[in-house]
T-cell receptor, first 114, second 109 residues
Framework: IAGITQAPTSQILAAGRRMTLRCTQD?????MYWYRQDLGLGLRLIHY???????GKGEVPDGYSVSRANTDDFPLTLASAVPSQTSVYFC?????????????FGPGTRLTVL | GQNIDQPTEMTATEGAIVQINCTYQ??????LFWYQQHAGEAPTFLSY??LDGLEEKGRFSSFLSRSKGYSYLLLKELQMKDSASYLC??????????WGAGTKLIIKP
């Protein structure tokens, strides 16, 4: 693994199903983030984690949950998917949650909820 | 409240210079970032400004004026590979990034 990876690359999901998007980084970064990107809108923060064992809510957390059991992994779960959750999801990480540390992004997961 | 604004789309010619503007409003500010995003790919970091002034990095430069809530990204000697979306984002008082919708830059030969 080099950098930050996400799985799956894309997924079509029936409404009401549960789905977990996976994110793994090997840079030993303390902070990790989940964003969604929709056409015409900026990236919107869903949840974040400043360090292993802690998580926080971003701008659009409803319908999503996260966990941070260790430094490397930060899965995002949709408990019961709805069509409005159709989006491209990016996971990102940074050395620290504060200051000018750049965020490194994974390749994204394209999710379609029907 | 907080908001951030940048033009939706710009067109420029190969070899020329283009300036992409970004304006923002926020009560707490911890720096301004620029990212590049090619179609279908992840954003990649270009620059970070926390103090007023110009930061130069090769063909790319970024400027910040905190009093005016204004930043720009300057791209010189444009190349076809610079065709991409350019995202500006400020870090708010909670150290969260607030992102603009991005400026799609089209480079013509």
């Amino acid at each position: 693994i080099a950098g930050i990876t996400q799985a799956p690359t894309s997924q079509i999901l029936a409404a009401g199903r549960r789905m977990t998007l996976r994110c793994t980084q090997d840079m030993r970064h303390n902070a990790m983030y989940w964003y969604r990107q929709d056409l015409g809108l900026g990236l919107r923060l869903i949840h974040y984690s400043n360090t292993a064992g802690t998580t926080g809510k971003g701008e659009v957390p409803d319908g999503y949950s996260v966990s941070r059991a260790n430094t490397d992994d930060f899965p995002l779960t949709l408990a019961s998917a709805v069509p409005s959750q159709t989006s491209v999801y990016f996971c990102a990480s940074s050395d620290s949650g504060i200051g000018g540390n750049e965020q490194f992004f994974g390749p994204g997961t394209r999710l379609t909820v029907l | 409240g907080q908001n951030i604004d940048q033009p939706t789309e710009m067109t420029a010619t190969e070899g020329a210079i283009v300036q992409i503007n970004c304006t923002y409003q926020t009560s707490g500010f911890n720096g301004l970032f620029w990212y590049q995003q090619h179609a279908g790919e992840a954003p990649t970091f270009l620059s970070y400004n926390v103090l007023d002034g110009l930061e130069e990095k090769g063909r790319f430069s970024s400027f910040l004026s905190r009093s005016k809530g204004y930043s720009y990204l300057l791209l010189k000697e444009l190349q076809m590979k610079d065709s991409a979306s350019y995202l500006c984002a400020f870090m708010d008082s909670n150290y969260q990034l607030i992102w603009g919708a991005g400026t799609k830059l089209i480079i013509k030969p």
